[in-house]
């Protein structure tokens, strides 16, 4: 059936551009695909069933393209150490919890519910090296209406010996395995060698080979601090950058996601234009554990594919409008830090990088693009302090993506269902 949805509709369809519908209409077909945003309802659709959502803001809902699901437990902790004792020391015992599949559906039922009362319906996410356990998250993530990727974590490496580790046969064998039993209507599977230190290059030839064999996608983690880097080049001594030790296995290509890029430097930058690389913004996690400031701006003006990542728990706030407001801030920090010399990002500009951006990923279109399934929130900003005078939409707007809480988002339709907040 169709049906109409009415309030004030935002949308950031291109870096920069924010289209305001007040008191508009947005009309979906009966299978949840939107027809088009009016600001008068055409009379064709005039006996549809009305939704109105009054005075409130109809919005995109985010996309978050970059989190560890099993880094859930330790949100908001041990961020007084540099990103690669912090995974010695806390992220990888935390994850070895994920052997035990209760424990799993506890966390996992819990994060799904989180995401999606949030407003992030669609996600690229890491799992853990554990084949149940990833399978529990892809479940949770589709019973609560948040869509996307998810990856069994690959690292046959480095890793924690007796707590967290696999060897190269069994990641193979378990990844396989994993992908037979992934029959998930809205979560697909996706490869994730965890980065480069974890994987050795008999199993990064084997991921690229199953890369291949079934075109499916891959996520990473790509030139994120200093040590790591330097690590890598000892590693791999053939290499002169990072993204060619994932390039020479056949891991980069189109539309494979690699999260930080924080010193990717002006060739790596050009590599990921040539190949369709989504660079992942993690403002939060950067400066949490001591990585840098990416030069996201940088990553814009030369035409880099920029979305945004949560990179919980390297990053604190699961949130993605706490995440849009995290990357404006960094992009302050940049310019401060290169003597004004870079321009910031706007409120405009970073909400779409949390939303178009990622949601593009997916295979969306621009914004409320007519055709694509409903990604959206309903943020009701009525209790928020009296302002000076009266506000446009547009300056609400910006209030709502800093100080939106939980309990503003009224309603979440995600795949063209409304799947928080009933239909009223
Ligand atoms: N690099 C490899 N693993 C990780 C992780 O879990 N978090 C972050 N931030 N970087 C990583
Ligand atoms: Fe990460």
Known sequence: MTRVLRGNIVSAPELGRLDVTEHGYLVLEDDGRIAGVFDRLPERYAAAPCTDYGDALVMQSFADMHLHAPQYPMLGMGMDLPLLDWLNTYAFPTEARFADPDYARRIYRRLASDLITNGTTRVCMFSSLHTEATWILMEELERAGVTGCVGKVNM?????????????????????????????????????????????????GRLGQIAAERGL?????????????????????DCERYWETYDKFGLWKDRTVMAHCVYSDAEERAAMRRSNVLAVHCADSNVNICSGVCPVRQLLREGNWVALGSDIAGGAQLPMYKVVTA???????????DGEAADFLTVEEAYYLGTTAGHRYFGAGAGFAPGDKLHAIVLDDGDFPESAGPLSVRERFERAVYMAHRHNIIAVWSEGRCVVGGEN
Do not use: Y
């Open 327 to 337: 990357a404006i801030r960094a992009s302050k920090i940049r310019r401060i830090m």
């Open 217 to 237: 996608c891959v996520q990473s983690h790509l030139s994120e601090s200093r040590p790591e880097m330097a690590w890598v080049r000892q590693l791999h001594p």
């Open 156 to 204: 046959d490496r480095n890793a924690l010996p007796g707590v967290l580790e696999e060897t190269t046969e069994q990641s193979v064998r378990e990844t396989l395995r994993w992908l037979e039993g992934c029959r998930f209507a809205h979560v697909k599977p996706i490869l994730t060698p965890r980065f480069t230190p974890s994987c050795t290059d008999e199993l990064m």
